[in-house]
């Protein structure tokens, strides 16, 4: 009888132990699991920062925008992404806020121009005014 008692408070207490234990590392994957997400939002907030510069920057460059935007406008935006990519290259551990700040900095500056773009590359006149009749469409003369 005394042998049975015995196993059977070591095993609560091996129990009890354990329950300790679960405890304590649920704990911790608590904390790291935060810290991970933390992590992942901030190499996001980079990567979309990151990329947008580069793009832009490349967009910029390509022979296809020649003569769509002035030359002041193509270089102040060059310079402005330039900036932007040497910034990224000295602030590998900034922060999240740090990386969306500079992004919407960058968006700031671009932003009209690329609207410009893409006005100037639409036909003359809207949508709606096409609809209405006010431009000159094709005439069908009826033949006998």
Known sequence: MKLCQRVT?????????????WKYLHR????Y???????KDKIAAKNSLESFAFNMKNSLQDESMKGKISEEEQKMLLEKCEETISWLENNQLAEKEEFQHKQKELEKVCNPVISKLYQGGRPAGSCGEQARGGSQGPTVEEVD
Do not use: H, I, W
Request: glycine share 4%; aromatic share 4%.
């Open 9 to 21: 408070s070591s095993t609560n207490k091996q129990t009890a132990g354990m329950r300790k234990v």
């Open 28 to 31: 911790l994957f608590q904390k």
């Open 33 to 39: 699991k935060v810290e991970d997400e933390q992590q």
